[in-house]
């Protein structure tokens, strides 16, 4: 009789037992699948914290600019330039040296533009009367338009691949 009663003890405590680790269990994967992480997540991965911090910086590239525009476009493409993007993946860097082209062909742009009214005005004159009646501004404001499209879709490309790696874009 004593097996019995200690067979239905055992049985008891193994169900009890079990029945208390698959609880644990269960409530470990709600809270970790809530989260998004799991036991094994150690966090960003190192591309990802290289590619943050080239992030972290590009974000300081257009603080504290000369008010002259074309002194604080040269200004955002050097310190641009000064970023050093080594540690992060080549098809990030890639879209990166893409995105720094852009800045370049729009600080090209606005250099190779009138510097102040009296050379705007003769600018104007000489190109309406080559035939350009509107003195070259269509020119200028399409070739702005242009670069200023290429500097977001190769930073939209540049947030993509980070977004990729695992780099947090905020």
């Given amino acids: ?19 208390w680790i698959s609880t644990l269990l269960f409530a470990f994967a709600i809270l970790f699948g ?20 080239v992030l972290e910086q590009d974000s300081k590239t257009q603080l504290n600019l000369p008010e002259n525009e ?7 493409v050097i310190r641009m330039r000064a970023i050093d993007t080594s540690g992060c993946p080549g098809e990030f860097r890639a879209a990166y040296e893409r995105h720094i082209h852009a800045w370049e062909g ?8 009138p510097d102040g009214f009296l050379e705007g005005a003769l600018v104007g004159l000489l190109n309406g009367l ?18 200023s499209a290429q500097i977001r879709d190769t930073w939209n490309e540049v947030r993509a691949l980070a977004m990729q790696y695992g780099a947090d874009i905020r």
């Fill in 34 to 53: 809530v989260t998004g992480t799991t036991a094994c997540d150690s966090g960003p991965s190192k591309e990802a914290k290289q590619i943050e911090n």
């Fill in 70 to 76: 074309r002194e604080a476009i040269q200004v955002i």
């Fill in 130 to 147: 080559a035939g350009d009646f509107t003195g070259g501004t269509a020119d200028m404001a399409q070739a702005r338009n242009y670069w």
């Fill in 106 to 113: 729009m600080r090209d742009q606005v250099l190779s533009e």
């Fill in 1 to 19: 009789m004593k097996t019995n009663y200690m067979s239905q003890e055992c049985a008891f405590a193994h169900h009890v037992s079990t029945r």
